[in-house]
């Protein structure tokens, strides 16, 4: 009898997945969901309004003054305190994320040329925010401190404007963002997230699909006649729709929310088939491995639940322990990631995405680990049954 063909397995595969609920979902509408939601959170792309307690214990025109500055900025929003207690307390409650304490005598020890200490305490638990908070107060007080400068300067003589702010700011900096100009969170955080849960959907996809085989018809049986074949068809069945969930995530990303693509999109396309491979690799490595759904499934989650803290966007890579640098060089994501940032970002050129592409290619190691694993299944398997059939065939002799 022959064998069927390569596309009646692939159709059959198909058949089989959209019999699955999970996998459906995986598949279909999941992941799609998943990325509007993360990208409705971050939607708003800045901190605007972020409420910080002032204790203004000088209550002079200068200290208004300031205040007036801090409220000036777009990312701070104000709120009076009459006491330090009252906004600590605030603070310790998440009600404000920063404290500034303005002290007694601030106006006077300004006009004799003392330079009072303004103090500032922020919530860095709240990464982002903090850096936000951080920034902007820095900022209104470097503008402020500035502007009380030059009238000094002028008070004592200076009666150009631009000369007293040249001599009250004898240095300036000059900082232009190369990527990100506007500081825009979302691009940051989302673009780096939705790769992160493709691959929790990539490597749980991966396994499910080997559950589901295994329950239907067991995977001695599903592999009898070949391996080869049968495992390309499911490979290809999940790949095809993986890499479109991925490539539909990246051109999402520039043509649809605008952010930027300086690079290839070729490269990235090749990423992200890489990426699917690999993922696919490691979830049927996971099943083959225990052949227990609920086990494996765990597993998937602890391998991959973590990325995003390993992929080197949030925190520098280098700066990792070494353990940390190891498992990250075992997530699939983390070197696609490095891909997409030097295409979306830097316009890397092929050279230097070649370690990340190869990176990703690397995880091919593990087909022959896994197809190996079916075939002793399989050889245990017909083992078993030729005892079976021996067993069967002495006792009708005996008979």
Known sequence: MNSPSFFSLLWQEWRSTLSDRWLTALLCGLPLALFVLVWAIF???TGRDLPVGVVDLDN?????????YYNASPTLETQAFSDVEQASDALNSAETFATVI???????DTLRGESPDVTAFYNSQYILIGKLVSAAIGQSQGTFAATVEAKGKMLHGTTVAAQAAAQSVPIRFQLVPLFNNGTNYAQFLVSAIIPALWQITIVACGMLSMALTDKNRTLETAFSSSIAKPFAAKVVGLLIPLWLLGIGFATAMHFLLGWPMNGSWQIVFAAQGLMVLAGLAVGMLLYVGTRNATRAMSLVAGFTAPAFAFMGVSFPASDMPFLAQCWRALLPVSHYITAQIGQFNYGATLQQAMPSLCALA???IIWPIVVLKIKRMKNANNGVNGVNGNSSTQQEIAS
């Open 102 to 108: 303005i002290p007694q005598g601030f106006e006077k």
């Open 362 to 364: 690397a995880f091919g």
């Open 43 to 45: 939607s708003s792309g």
């Open 60 to 68: 002079s025109s200068l200290s208004r003054g300031l205040v007036r």
